[in-house]
Structure formats: structure tokens, C-alpha cells
């Protein structure tokens, strides 16, 4: 029928109601309807009205889940689709941000440059999916890199290298990376770059390091500046972080069991890139200069002192000071 249809002259891009006929066939996942509509002139171009967040094909074969959506992607660059298309929900926020609103909305008032922010892209959308996380995505994020989709372009202050992290969705964070995804790029609205992204979702440290993130990178907490670690402590949750472990529930507990380890983690991955920095730039005898707590790697809104032992690390507290002198100081 659909055929028979286009063959006498029926024009795809006549209808809009409910929606135009080439967003309910990528809806459907049906590839080969798809390849006859663009045959036939489908627009690809058209977006949908604002009530439905101004969409655009891409978007919804970027959210499409399963091996149907790199080949309806495909099919739409193929036909000029603009890899960059942004829908109109700037003013959203992201769904798993909103448990940290109110930090997030004082590093707002600090202006820092950042790229350009907007609408989501595919490339958002793609790296924002909870499900799915297969080669079906990662291979739909490689098609619209290898068409020039721009990796720099933010949504609710994400770029698609966070929004990735955020979602754990690792293989689309291989790609991004090999496909030359800057992890050091300022992000917005208080979410600072792409390794304070990862303070707030547990996710392997070792692919963003590999790819150069800069754990001495500034970052912007409320009007204050410190490092990726910064933010992780300061986003950390405060009642959890401050209620005695053996009064928090099984669940609070393992919480605070995996943000330790990641806060240690992050703290020793800062400690590293800081004493080889000192190493081979030769900035001075200590390690004074690059401000920092030696043990947990803090270095806004505390009060830092020098090791009275070496006079050459600073410490926020005796407890760090003690836990980075069993832990290693000593022998250094």
C-alpha cells in the first residue's frame, strides 16, 4: 500500500498529523519504509512542534534501542541529515542531576566560559540512554562522528562524553575518546568537566586518564575553585558523608562504601599527576605550589598546612596527615 501510495504521487511530507509519516516509520524501527520515504523525498529537515520538544529524525533514531537504529541513522546522513541538528529542550535538566539541583544551580552564578550551550543532539541522545549500552550504540555514535558530529556541543551542561559517564554507557565513551571527544572541555551549569561528571556516577577511572583528562584541571565549585576531587567531596551527599556508618541502613552504607573508594581513588590518581607534574617541569623542591591535601586531594574551602615532618606536602587535617604517613609518606 505504501508503494502503491508513493508510486501515484503521494507526497510524504504533506501530512504532520499526528506526525509526519517519517518519524512514526523510525518510530516502528522499520528501516526499509525509512529508505523509501528519503527515496521518495522525506524531509529530514522538519522538526517536530515544541509541545514535543522540537525533535528532529535523528533524535528519534538516536533513541531508538536495538541494531535498527545505526542503519536508520546511516540512512538519514546519508540523505543530509545535519549531524548537529539540536531539539528545543535547552531549559530541561537532566534527569540524573536533579538530585543535586542545588549545587548545581550555585556553580551556576560563577561564569566561566564554556561551550555552547542548546538543545540536545543525537550525539546526546545516544550517550544519555540507561539501556542498550551494546555495540548497536556505540556503533551509531562512530556514524555520527565519522559525519563531523561536534563532541564540544552542551545540554543542561553536559557534553555526550559526560552525559555517557553518567549513564555508565562505557562502550559509547571508548568511541567518543578514540574519536577525539576532549575530556578536559569545561562543561555547564556546575557540572565541571568530564572527570566531575564521573565524582558523581561510579565508572572505571582508567579509559578518561588513558585519554588525557587532567585531574589538576581547575574547576569551578559555587565561587570557589579546586580540582575534579573538589567536586566529588562537595557533591558527595552530606547526611550520608556525616551520620555514623553503623546507623546508616544496608543500602546508605553501601553508598558510602563505593563514593570512599571512589573519593580514594580520585585523591591517589590526583597525588600522581601532581608529583609527575612537579618531576618533570622542575617547578620547585615541594609540592607546595600545586595546592593541595597530600592524602584526600582537597584543595577548596580548606585550611591546608605543611607536613612538619618533610615541609614539602600539605595536609586539610592530622587524620589525613596520619593516614598519608602509614599509608606511604613515611617512606617517601
Request: charged content about 20%; hydrophobic content about 40%.
Amino acid at each position: 500500500t505504501l508503494n502503491l501510495l508513493l508510486d501515484r504521487g503521494a507526497d510524504p511530507n504533506k501530512c504532520k498529523v499526528p506526525l509526519p509519516v517519517l518519524f512514526v516509520a523510525i518510530m516502528a524501527g522499520d528501516t526499509e519504509t525509512v529508505r523509501r520515504l528519503l527515496l521518495s523525498g522525506a524531509q529530514t529537515g522538519i522538526s517536530l512542534s515544541l509541545e514535543r520538544k522540537g525533535l528532529y529524525p535523528l533524535h528519534v533514531a538516536a533513541a531508538l534501542p536495538g541494531p535498527e537504529s545505526p542503519k536508520i541513522i546511516e540512512l538519514l546522513l546519508h540523505a543530509l541529515s545535519d549531524p548537529d541538528a539540536r531539539a528545543s529542550d535547552q531549559n530541561e535538566i537532566y534527569e540524573l542531576d536533579k538530585v543535586s539541583i542545588t549545587i548545581r544551580k550555585s556553580c551556576r552564578s560563577h561564569r566561566t566560559p564554556t561551550p555552547e550551550e542548546g538543545g540536545r543532539t543525537a550525539l546526546h541522545m545516544i550517550c544519555q540512554r540507561e539501556t542498550d549500552h551494546s555495540q548497536n550504540a556505540s556503533k551509531a555514535v562512530a556514524l555520527l562522528l565519522s559525519h563531523r558530529a561536534r563532541t564540544d556541543l552542551l545540554w543542561s551542561g553536559h557534553s555526550p562524553l559526560s552525559l555517557a559517564i553518567s549513564s555508565g554507557n562505557d562502550m559509547a565513551v571508548d568511541v567518543l575518546l578514540k574519536g577525539g571527544a576532549d575530556p578536559n572541555i569545561p562543561l555547564g551549569l556546575g557540572v565541571g568537566n568530564a572527570l566531575c561528571a564521573l565524582s558523581n556516577f561510579s565508572y572505571n577511572l582508567d579509559m578518561l586518564i588513558k585519554a588525557g583528562a587532567d585531574m589538576l584541571m581547575p574547576v569551578h565549585i559555587g565561587d570557589l575553585e579546586g580540582t575534579a576531587v573538589d567536586y566529588a567531596h562537595f557533591s558527595f551527599d552530606s547526611r550520608i558523608a556525616n551520620t555514623p556508618f553503623n546507623t546508616l541502613n544496608m543500602e546508605e552504607r553501601e553508598t558510602f562504601k563505593s563514593r570512599r573508594h571512589l573519593l580514594g581513588l580520585m585523591g591517589d590518581l590526583l597525588r600522581y599527576k601532581a608529583v609527575k607534574r612537579q618531576t618533570v617541569y622542575e617547578l620547585s623542591p615541594s609540592l607546595k605550589q600545586l595546592r593541595f591535601c597530600y592524602h584526600c586531594g582537597l584543595s577548596a574551602a580548606v585550611t591546608l598546612s605543611e607536613c612538619t615532618r618533610c615541609h614539602k606536602v600539605l595536609y586539610c587535617s592530622t587524620h589525613c596527615k596520619l593516614k598519608a604517613w602509614n599509608k606511604g609518606h613515611k617512606q617517601e
